[in-house]
Nanobody, 124 residues
């Protein structure tokens, strides 16, 4: 399974950006897809996840601002980010798992497949 994240860029605070994650290999419709992010000098943190059942999870810091979705016809997952803040600046990674249970969706350890990351920079 290979994942490729793209769509990052520079945006002003209050703006919007959508990052994408293209998945190749395996059965996309049965994957749990998640987004994590890592700011400079900080650890990687959970952002959002979407299970193949439709269940979603969001970090408290992004609830109401970010939306995770998927398009099975394109084998692609998305993270729509609105009302961006400077503290959202980070390298955004997508991850996929065919075995993650719902209670573990927010844990990085549940995901065996990772993309390379795409950089999102929010200026103040």
């Amino acid at each position: 399974v290979q994942l490729q994240a793209f769509g990052g860029g520079l945006v002003q605070a209050g703006g919007s950006l959508r990052v994408s994650c293209e998945v190749s290999g395996g059965t996309f419709s049965r994957y749990t897809i998640a987004w994590f992010r890592q700011a400079p000098g900080k650890e990687r943190n959970f952002v959002a996840a979407l299970r193949w059942t439709g269940a979603t999870r969001y970090a408290d810091s992004v609830k109401g601002r970010f939306t995770i979705s998927r398009d099975s016809a394109k084998n692609t997952a998305y993270l729509q980010m609105n009302s961006l803040k400077p503290e959202d600046t980070a390298l955004y990674y997508c991850a996929a798992s065919s075995t993650a249970i719902q209670s573990a969706m927010t844990s990085a350890q549940a995901y065996a497949n990772w993309g390379q990351g795409t950089l999102v920079t929010v200026s103040s």
